[in-house]
């Protein structure tokens, strides 16, 4: 096999990473660089602040990876040539393509969702195909029906805000900084369940699609019903918090069923969040299904995913000519 250490790159939104992996030995060298600090005082993601960031922060972590495997060059480049900001992914695309060529090796375009449904399969206890795929992100939620590397079939989407959107957008409404997914999940720890309880969208219908920008909306409203109320903001979190899981589990639980599979895979950012671990585990027990996580570093934005997905692509022979393609919207 010709390929068989891939350097990938992963520049699509506000982390630079960057890693190498052996298709004998797995992953042998990552690196992740966070631009949160960067972005966190304009509330979000400042589109070309994260592109000249990308610039300076990504050759020098290429450098470190290849120097820790002691290697001049990797057998193939990937990037993730999309979905994602424009400006952030012509940098890892650029440098990419160009860097593929200088070395005389083949390169690839991954897609960042493909790289983020298969980072269970770095986990030991990778799962095998067939699955359903919960994918969940600051971008997208989808259900995907899931055959094969590149065989891709979506069974339902959010028809507004992706859940970790709706994290992050209640998050602010209870004054925490950007992302706040992660501290919404925190502060919901102290909050009460029984306090309030928020719809759970579309889920007394048939089908797998969701639906999240009206729970902002009832945070808003709760929020402001109850005024100052010190132990409110943790109420509202738990609130929230729960809302999202449960409709996340009930559609885990329909796809499952009408598609028969075995195995749920859930990725992306928010699978990270340790209530929706919970909740889909006891669900699959109950219906003898496994379900297979990403372990936390590799739920969220890294190098490592676009690697492997890379692999993937360039074992099965997939190369690309010389044209630097960034595909800012780009279906699976
Ligand atoms: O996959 P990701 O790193 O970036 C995208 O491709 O979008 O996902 C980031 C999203 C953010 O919305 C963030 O708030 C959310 O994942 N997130 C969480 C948790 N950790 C990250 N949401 C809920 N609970 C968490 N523990
Ligand atoms: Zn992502």
């Known amino acids: ?19 190498i992996y052996d298709g004998a030995e797995g992953l042998v060298a990552e690196r992740l660089y966070t631009q949160v600090g960067l972005h966190a005082r304009y509330g979000g993601v400042v589109p070309e602040l994260a592109s000249r960031d990308h610039v300076r922060r990504l050759l020098p972590l290429v ?3 290849l120097d820790e495997v002691g290697a001049a060059c990797p057998d193939g480049v990937a990037y993730t040539a999309g979905p994602g900001l424009i400006g952030a992914l012509h940098v890892g695309a650029s440098v990419g393509r160009s860097l593929a060529f200088g070395w005389g090796v083949p390169a690839i375009g991954v897609h960042h969702l493909e790289g983020h449904l298969l980072a269970p399969m770095l986990e030991a206890d990778a799962p095998d195909f067939p699955f359903v795929a919960l994918l969940v992100s600051g971008g997208h939620t989808m259900l995907i029906d899931v055959t094969d590397v590149g065989r891709y079939a979506l069974l339902g ?11 992050d957008k209640t998050a602010k409404l209870l004054g925490l900084s950007y992302p706040g997914g ?17 719809p759970r969208p579309m889920t007394d219908r048939p089908g797998l699609d969701f639906s999240f ?10 929020l402001q019903s109850i005024g100052e109320d010190a132990r409110g ?25 009408q598609t028969g599979r075995r195995r749920l895979v859930v990725a992306g950012g928010v699978s990270a969040n340790r209530r929706l671990r919970v909740h889909l585990e006891d669900m699959a027990n109950a219906h003898s299904v496994r379900v297979y996580f990403p372990r936390p570093a590799y739920c ?27 595909r800012p919207r780009w279906p699976l």
């Open 182 to 198: 992660a501290a919404l999940a925190k502060l919901a720890c102290d909050g009460d369940p029984a306090r309030f309880r928020f």
């Open 63 to 65: 450098r470190e990876v």
């Open 213 to 222: 920008s009206g729970l902002k909306t009832f945070a808003l409203n709760t």
């Open 300 to 326: 969220t934005d890294n190098g490592a995913m676009i690697a492997y997905a890379g692999y993937r692509r360039l074992r099965a022979g997939e190369v690309e000519d010389l044209v630097i393609r960034s």
């Open 233 to 257: 903001r943790a109420d509202v979190a738990r609130a929230f918090e729960d809302a999202v899981v449960d409709t996340l589990t009930i559609k885990c639980r329909r796809a499952l069923q």
């Open 157 to 167: 989407e959010s028809l507004d805000d992706a859940a970790g959107e709706a994290f």
């Open 1 to 19: 096999m010709g390929c068989r250490r891939v350097l990938g790159i992963e520049t699509s939104c506000d982390e630079t990473g960057v890693a």
